[in-house]
């Protein structure tokens, strides 16, 4: 079986959150969906940055290569 905990949080927290939430979903449910979303935003950010940086390594690369050639 599963143990339940109590957060605290403020009232203004709780009623964004409840604006958010479905009215037939638990909170369970509904916090899991938070923190799955989060991590898929954070993980596309972090996608893009390490593209960015692959492709700049690949950029030094050729400039370097081509340096050598001259």
């Known amino acids: 079986m599963s143990s339940r905990t109590t957060i605290t949080i403020l009232s203004k927290t709780k009623r964004a959150l409840e604006a958010l939430k479905k009215k037939d979903e638990?909170?369970?449910?509904?916090?899991?969906?938070?923190?799955?979303?989060i991590q898929r935003v954070r993980r596309e950010k972090n996608?893009?940055?390490?593209?960015?940086?692959?492709?700049a390594e690949f950029q030094e690369v050729k400039i370097k290569k081509w340096a050598r050639e001259y």
Request: hydrophobic letters at 45%; aromatic letters at 10%.
């Open 26 to 37: 638990s909170w369970d449910e509904f916090l899991q969906k938070l923190i799955a979303e």
């Open 47 to 55: 996608r893009g940055k390490l593209s960015e940086i692959l492709e």
